[in-house]
Nanobody, 112 residues
């Protein structure tokens, strides 16, 4: 059975950093594109960043230059390094594998 488990969320002050992790099991991780989404209270889920199986990356304009997505296929894990965090980055962050499987989400709160 496929499982995606996110971790690394928490409370951080504006300007701070967090690194999210998403570890997959039950799939051949290396062959799938991986994506991070987020959902703020009262808003629709939005796409944040993606990394292909070959390592190519794409970012939403709202996070470009501040967030970095990466993957370690030896650990079946995708990461989202988030720097220069803003209050508007507050959301539940979800990882997704191949537009099919979802994790349970991890809360990120940016507040002073």
């Amino acid at each position: 059975q496929v499982q995606l488990v996110e971790s690394g969320g928490g409370l951080v002050q504006p300007g701070g950093s967090l690194r999210l992790s998403c570890t997959a099991s039950g799939i051949i991780f290396s062959i799938y594109d991986m994506t991070w989404y987020r959902q703020a209270p009262g808003k629709q889920r939005e796409w944040v960043a993606a990394i292909s199986s070959a390592g190519g990356t794409n970012y939403a304009d709202s996070v470009k230059g501040r967030f970095t997505i990466s993957r370690d296929n030896t650990k079946n894990t995708v990461y989202l390094q988030m720097n220069s965090l803003k209050p508007e980055d507050t959301a539940v962050y979800y990882c997704n594998a191949n537009n099919i499987w979802w994790g349970q989400g991890t809360q990120v709160t940016v507040s002073s």
